[in-house]
């Protein structure tokens, strides 16, 4: 008899993670419960015990998605689709804690393209740059991406070797220069841009890995140099790094890191 109901407690759950899987959007606790015809607090029991197993996860609405175990199987084939749609809430929190723009990055023929974006709770500082390239030796996006080996600086302009365009008068214009502070990112494990990429434009930026350790992508918090001063740079980098290193995790990084460090214990 207590096999009976242990696979029938298996068969249910198993429903509620294929509703969860396959639909397009995420599902609420009461369409779940509608659809599979199980008992609300059924239905609760094996939604929490699935949550726990990293099975299903919720958004910030309490709606179900497919869990973090799900998400790291998918991106252990380098499937990078659905990168936007796994980091929103990431994105969303750094933008809660900081009211300044967030963006996600992912290197794209020789430049930085920014995928997704979270606007700045302040008028001043709300460009969208979703959709926008802009040079890696000059974004902090583009640095940590560079400073991980997840990109490569384009070839300089002809007679020039080394040379890098100049965007101000911040801008770091030579490889030699540039290699410096790229070593300084891998050091401190985020990367800033003071007015190099415009007058008045500070950010910073910090990588995410994904499951194989590679660096695959970077999240910023970008402000007006008049709301970034010391304080509030060292404050958002912080705050960007933990939320970076959330997605990480959901990436499956951590999770290959200790089972690694288990292996060799």
Not at 139 to 146: E, F, I, N
Not at 224 to 248: H, I
Request: aromatic share 4%; charged share 20%; with cysteine.
């Amino acid at each position: 008899m207590s096999n009976q109901n242990g696979t029938q407690a298996v068969d249910r759950a198993a429903r509620l993670l294929a509703e969860v899987v396959h639909s397009a959007d995420p599902m609420t606790f009461t369409d779940l419960s509608a659809i599979t015809g199980l008992a609300k607090s059924t239905t609760s029991r094996l939604l929490l015990a699935l949550e726990r197993n990293g099975l299903v996860r919720r958004d910030d609405h309490g709606r179900f998605l497919p869990g973090e175990m799900f998400v790291s199987f998918a991106w252990r084939g380098g499937a990078e689709a659905g990168l936007v749609a796994v980091a929103q809430p990431f994105l969303e929190r750094l933008g809660k804690a900081t009211g300044e723009t967030i963006n996600l990055g992912v290197s794209s023929n020789g430049m930085v393209e920014q995928i997704s974006q979270v606007d700045s709770t302040y008028l001043i500082g709300g460009t969208n740059w979703v959709g926008m390239s802009v040079p890696l030796h000059c974004s902090a996006l583009g640095k940590v991406l560079l400073a991980y080996g997840t990109a490569q600086l384009p070839p300089g302009p002809p007679g020039q070797p080394g040379q890098l365009e100049r965007r101000t008068g911040k801008t770091i214009t030579t490889e030699a220069a540039l290699r410096a502070d790229l070593a300084d990112v891998r050091v401190r494990g985020y990367a800033v841009t003071d007015e190099e990429l415009e007058p008045g434009l500070v950010a910073v930026a910090a990588p995410i890995y994904g499951y194989d350790g590679r660096v695959v992508a970077a999240l910023s918090v970008s402000a007006p140099a008049s709301r970034m001063a010391r304080d509030g740079l060292v404050a958002a980098a912080s705050q960007c790094v933990e939320e970076a290193a959330g997605l990480s995790a959901v990436l499956g990084y951590r999770q290959r890191a200790a089972r690694q460090n288990r292996k060799a214990g």
